[in-house]
């Protein structure tokens, strides 16, 4: 078993991997934007998406829509949606990030609170949103 690089050459894997690190050089920006947007959103239940296609945007997915499609998938997300549940958004970021089919889940707790990562980038959403997007092309190959 290889570590670390055995999935960066397979084609339908390496956007998950350039995705990795796209969070890991965006740690802060992006838990800034989650929690930005959970507090402008009127279902708390939504999370942060990333679709991948055409270009890399951000979406809100709602509980209900992760929901149907778990029955598609007859339940191959249950998992994911036991995260969701448990997602502590004052203290951890969760997006999820879908392309070519697939699904990630990009599940981490940065250094510094969400909260006070949004009012270190003293942005608007608007533009966390412009930033973080204009990035994720530069970084996501498809």
Known sequence: MQFGSSQKNIPE???????????????????????????????????????????PHFVACTKESLEK????????????????DGYQREQEVLILAIGDGQVKLLHFQPQTSPPECFLAENKDIDGLITFLESALALNIEH
């Open 69 to 84: 499609l778990n029955k598609r998938t007859k339940g191959h997300i249950q998992e994911i949606l036991g995260l969701i």
């Open 13 to 55: 894997e390496k956007w998950r991997w350039q995705l990795d690190n796209f969070v890991d050089d965006h740690e802060q920006k992006l838990a800034a934007l989650a929690w930005g947007l959970q507090q402008e959103w009127e279902k708390p239940d939504d999370i942060l998406g990333i679709d991948i296609k055409p270009q």
